[in-house]
């Protein structure tokens, strides 16, 4: 499995200049920042590998933080890119080792931030290749279809598979969540598989509406 798309070109659709934490949303309904940028979310369970694939979108070593314990992170972390737009980093969901009283402060904050953001453009939920899709990410599919919110799906820790395993496991996810395979990114934050389609999924999302001012490498003159 190979990137295809903007990364075949040699263009970079997603040069990040300036990289700002704006902070993070511990409660519902409780501080944010004030911004009119686009968003763009990410959300997935606690134990996917987000933060490393963030890191590796991003190409920061610690834009998100690493965690070796899942599902530590309380908060929903804002991130203004390029002031063109934000990316938004949900705490994971799911985690079995978590309290389930924790695990119930972050469903309303999670969903408190999907029902009140109008510039959200879009969400990419990160589900683990090795893993069958559960019925948390179920649920989070059916809460942004009823909302209407555009998904994307990130399939996760591909470098554990061959091609034609790989191509067959990202077929039988996206056949379990009745997916369109447009919607369906595979991914590898070790070896970057699928970053360049990732960026340029993600910088359709912000173009929805205007420009973002966003250049490629091409136009920045980096390598």
């Not at 938004?88 to 408190?112: N, T």
């Not at 379990?176 to 340029?200: E, I, K, M, N, W």
Request: hydrophobic share 40%; glycine share 10%.
């Amino acid at each position: 499995m190979t990137d295809s798309g903007a990364g075949a070109t040699g263009a970079d659709p997603l040069v990040v200049k300036e990289l700002e934490f704006l902070g993070g949303m511990a409660s519902a309904g409780g501080w944010r920042p004030a911004s009119t940028l686009p968003e763009v979310a990410f959300a997935g369970r606690s134990n996917v590998g987000k933060s490393s694939l963030l890191n590796a979108l991003l190409r920061r070593r610690a834009a998100a933080r690493v965690s070796k314990t899942p599902g530590r992170t309380r908060e929903i972390n804002f991130f203004r890119i390029n002031d063109a737009f934000v990316l938004v980093d949900l705490p994971g969901y799911g985690y079995a080792r978590i309290a389930k009283e924790r695990r119930a402060e972050w469903r309303p904050l999670i969903e408190g931030y999907l029902s009140q953001s109008p510039n959200l453009r879009g969400l990419v939920l990160l589900l683990d290749a090795r893993r069958e899709p559960t019925d948390d990410d179920r649920a989070m599919l059916d809460f942004l279809a009823e909302r209407e919110t555009p998904v994307l799906v990130a399939i996760t820790k591909m470098d554990k598979f061959g091609n034609d395993a790989g191509r067959e496991r990202v077929q039988a996810i996206a056949a379990a969540l009745d997916l369109d395979t447009d919607q369906v990114v595979p991914v590898s934050a070790r070896t970057g598989l699928g970053r360049d389609d990732l960026a340029s999924a993600v910088m359709e999302l912000v173009l929805t509406r205007g420009d973002s001012g966003l250049g490629t490498r091409e136009e920045t003159g980096e390598s």
